[in-house]
């Protein structure tokens, strides 16, 4: 196994897929997840164009949104 020092998320996504590797004392890690903020009390989603065009969502358009647990369930 090859050492190596992962300091940032990005370090971590860039190690190949099926590469074995070892965090001897775990690591204090924090996600973030690109397209996700909260402004306001309200959760703002950057979504994908394939998606909006699944709900045909247009701009303005109101969609029911709840969860259930930790999902978000979205419908038109």
């Known amino acids: 196994m090859k050492r190596i020092r992962v300091r940032t998320a990005a370090e971590f996504e860039a190690i190949p897929e099926g590469e074995w ?3 001897p004392d775990g690591t204090p890690v924090e996600h973030t997840f690109e ?4 402004e306001n009390g309200r959760l703002h989603i950057v979504v994908p ?14 969609l029911r ?12």
């Open 49 to 62: 164009q394939k998606i909006l065009s699944q709900f045909k969502a247009g701009k303005g358009r109101t």
């Open 65 to 76: 949104a709840r969860f259930r647990g930790r999902d978000l369930i979205v419908e038109k």
């Open 35 to 38: 397209g996700f903020r909260v």
């Open 21 to 23: 590797f070892s965090v």
